[in-house]
T-cell receptor
């Protein structure tokens, strides 16, 4: 069964600190893996998108990595800001037209 | 370029009523997907439309239905509303494997 699991479920960090969010998936093969940021009550916004052959993708202070051998992806946030407080969702799209699989998300709280 | 728009943004209904939500995709996008998101839950896939045809469907009861028009705009309908249908309903339009979400419609069922 195709699954996407994210950890931790929630995380509290101090402003200015770095953090790493994890995504483990069983989806295989897949065409792309995406990370989204979702502010409370808003729609998700794409941060990074990686194909199965890519290892890393950056978007400002956000860096996503992908290890296809271990079926793991991580999202690293550098020098966190209060505005980074949000849910971060890992999404994997299988090949063959199968339904996209969404992780449950990690809720990040950045405190001053 | 305008993003995905959803109307209304907020809606309050009572049990047993029906509701219709609207989504306008990004210009040129022909695929529209609908999701339900409840507090603490991940996005649950409802259905996907492409060129006016339902291409994929999630595991929701028949009370949830949708359609897509020739201009790619899509509507989602929920009949006989239940308290558990209270959620944020998100629409996303897709092109070239990239998905863009709208701001969502917050539905509250009393």
């Amino acid at each position: 069964k195709n699954q996407v699991e994210q950890s931790p479920q929630s995380l509290i960090i101090l402003e200015g600190k770095n953090c790493t969010l994890q995504c483990n998936y069983t989806v295989s093969p897949f065409s792309n893996l995406r990370w989204y940021k979702q502010d409370t009550g808003r729609g998700p916004v794409s941060l990074t998108i990686m194909t199965f052959s890519e290892n890393t993708k950056s978007n400002g202070r956000y860096t996503a990595t992908l290890d296809a051998d271990t079926k793991q992806s991580s999202l690293h946030i550098t020098a966190s800001q209060l505005s980074d407080s949000a849910s971060y969702i890992c999404v994997v799209s299988p090949t063959g037209g199968f339904k996209t699989i969404f992780g449950a998300g990690t809720r990040l709280f950045v405190k001053a | 370029k305008a993003g995905v728009t959803q109307t209304p943004r907020y809606l309050i209904k009572t049990r047993g009523q029906q509701v219709t939500l609207s989504c306008s995709p990004i210009s040129g996008h022909r695929s529209v997907s609908w999701y339900q998101q409840t507090p603490g839950q991940g996005l649950q896939f409802l259905f996907e439309y492409f060129s006016e045809t339902q291409r994929n469907k999630g595991n929701f009861p028949g009370r949830f239905s949708g359609r897509q028009f020739s201009n790619s705009r899509s509507e989602m309908n929920v009949s006989t509303l239940e308290l558990g249908d209270s959620a944020l309903y998100l629409c996303a339009s897709s092109r070239d494997n990239e998905q863009f979400f709208g701001p969502g419609t917050r539905l509250t069922v009393l």
